[in-house]
């Protein structure tokens, strides 16, 4: 049996050990427990002096239709069929400018006259060639002309009268400059189509080639913008949907509906095509306009916020949630900060409160203390 004594030290030795043990606390925290009230990362607690210097606005998450606004950019660009140059079809030199840019023209209107030796060649071999397939006509019908020379004289009227159809003079006006009813001297430059006159490219007395392009014409009514959508919005624009167009040259909107929209994204912009027909009748909108194709949408109730109090870094959208008179955090959300109007904000409850003014200084005391 062990010996009373021994039981007796060892009985205060073990008090003295729970004694020493509970006396540790008055040292202070351990190491780890310090570490706990460091202010976890992306919150802040303000202090009185930088709240009042803020002057802290804030907004809460409700539920609520969101009525989203996309954006998308666009470009004033008429269709193929609307647009044409008006081309030199035979080497000259203008001799006269009957329209200016801006003019409203109609298809065939002569647009400049072009004095060209090859054109002068060709209607002399005109009236030559009508001379003598009339001369052989009137043998033939005295029953003395020779057949192979009757077709012959058919052949060269025919060959001259289509090069100068091929160079844009008129079948009816062919046979009065074979007549001398008409004195061409000049080719005739004509409009490829009804329109407004975009560019003069020549000046007057000035030399042109064959196909050197003299005049830019395209019909504005209706026009068309083409805008860019992006990949990750083609789930947003449809056919058939209304739009709102404005530019920044006009200072009205436009009303119009998608009627086009490309099946295929484009490899280096990752966008499709949305093609917009307007209405322009005051032929305010010109090509190469700059112009901005809204989109609007309305969806199901949802936890949703103002899109101007979400704020943007390098790792996306975020707001300032409010967790306590002084104490704010900031929460990345899945949203577009481009939208106008309301975003949708399902990973915040409803009820939460968000900054709306102040932000930015609290951000950046954020962003100092690191």
């Given at each position: 049996?062990?010996?009373?004594?021994?039981?007796?030290?060892?009985?205060?030795?073990?008090?003295?050990?729970?004694?020493?043990?509970?006396?540790?606390?008055?040292?202070?925290?351990?190491?780890?427990?310090?570490?706990?009230?460091?202010?976890?990362?992306?919150?802040?607690?303000?202090?009185?002096?930088?709240?009042?210097?803020?002057?802290?606005?804030?907004?809460?998450?409700?539920?609520?239709?969101?009525?989203?606004?996309?954006?998308?950019?666009?470009?004033?660009?008429?269709?193929?069929?609307?647009?044409?140059?008006?081309?030199?079809?035979?080497?000259?030199r203008v001799e006269r400018l009957?329209?200016?840019?801006?003019?409203?023209?109609?298809?065939?209107?002569?647009?400049?006259?072009?004095?060209?030796?090859?054109?002068?060649?060709m209607v002399a071999d005109l009236?030559?060639?009508?001379?003598?397939?009339?001369?052989?006509?009137?043998?033939?019908?005295?029953?003395?002309?020779?057949?192979?020379?009757?077709?012959?004289?058919?052949?060269?009227?025919?060959?001259?009268?289509?090069?100068?159809?091929?160079?844009?003079?008129?079948?009816?006006?062919?046979?009065?400059?074979?007549?001398?009813?008409?004195?061409?001297?000049?080719?005739?430059?004509?409009?490829?189509?009804?329109?407004?006159?975009?560019?003069?490219?020549?000046?007057?007395?000035?030399?042109?080639?064959?196909?050197?392009?003299?005049?830019?014409?395209?019909?504005?009514?209706?026009?068309?913008?083409?805008?860019?959508?992006?990949?990750?919005?083609?789930?947003?624009?449809?056919?058939?949907?209304?739009?709102?167009?404005?530019?920044?040259?006009?200072?009205?909107?436009?009303?119009?509906?998608?009627?086009?929209?490309?099946?295929?994204?484009?490899?280096?912009?990752?966008?499709?095509?949305?093609?917009?027909?307007?209405?322009?009748?005051?032929?305010?909108?010109?090509?190469?306009?700059?112009?901005?194709?809204?989109?609007?949408?309305?969806?199901?109730?949802?936890?949703?916020?103002?899109?101007?109090?979400?704020?943007?870094?390098?790792?996306?959208?975020?707001?300032?949630?409010?967790?306590?008179?002084?104490?704010?955090?900031?929460?990345?959300?899945d949203a577009e900060a481009e939208?106008?109007?309301?975003?949708?904000?399902?990973?915040?409850?409803?009820?939460?409160?968000?900054?709306?003014?102040?932000?930015?200084?609290?951000?950046?005391?954020?962003?100092?203390?690191?």
């Amino acid at each position: 049996m062990m010996p009373r004594r021994f039981l007796l030290v060892l009985s205060f030795l073990a008090i003295a050990a729970l004694l020493l043990s509970g006396c540790g606390g008055d040292e202070g925290p351990s190491p780890t427990a310090r570490a706990d009230t460091t202010p976890p990362p992306n919150t802040i607690t303000l202090s009185e002096a930088q709240l009042r210097e803020v002057s802290v606005e804030t907004t809460t998450v409700t539920e609520r239709p969101v009525t989203t606004t996309l954006r998308l950019p666009a470009r004033v660009k008429p269709s193929a069929d609307q647009e044409a140059y008006a081309t030199a079809l035979v080497s000259g030199r203008v001799e006269r400018l009957r329209v200016s840019a801006g003019d409203r023209v109609e298809k065939g209107q002569v647009l400049a006259d072009v004095a060209a030796p090859d054109f002068s060649r060709m209607v002399a071999d005109l009236r030559q060639a009508r001379d003598e397939w009339d001369r052989q006509r009137r043998l033939d019908e005295r029953g003395v002309a020779v057949e192979k020379n009757l077709r012959a004289a058919e052949r060269q009227w025919q060959a001259a009268r289509q090069r100068l159809r091929s160079i844009g003079v008129r079948p009816e006006r062919i046979e009065r400059v074979a007549t001398g009813a008409d004195d061409l001297s000049t080719l005739p430059l004509e409009a490829p189509l009804s329109g407004v006159v975009l560019n003069r490219m020549t000046v007057l007395g000035g030399p042109v080639a064959q196909g050197d392009k003299l005049y830019h014409i395209a019909d504005l009514q209706p026009i068309r913008v083409v805008a860019r959508v992006f990949e990750k919005s083609l789930d947003k624009v449809r056919t058939g949907q209304s739009v709102t167009v404005s530019t920044p040259m006009a200072n009205r909107r436009y009303q119009g509906t998608i009627d086009r929209i490309t099946p295929q994204v484009d490899d280096e912009s990752r966008a499709a095509t949305a093609r917009v027909l307007l209405d322009n009748a005051d032929r305010t909108l010109r090509p190469g306009m700059y112009a901005s194709v809204q989109v609007e949408q309305t969806g199901a109730p949802q936890a949703a916020l103002p899109a101007d109090v979400l704020l943007t870094d390098n790792s996306g959208a975020y707001v300032l949630v409010r967790e306590g008179p002084r104490r704010f955090r900031r929460v990345y959300v899945d949203a577009e900060a481009e939208t106008d109007g309301d975003v949708p904000v399902p990973s915040l409850d409803v009820g939460t409160e968000v900054v709306a003014e102040g932000a930015y200084q609290i951000v950046s005391a954020l962003n100092q203390r690191g």
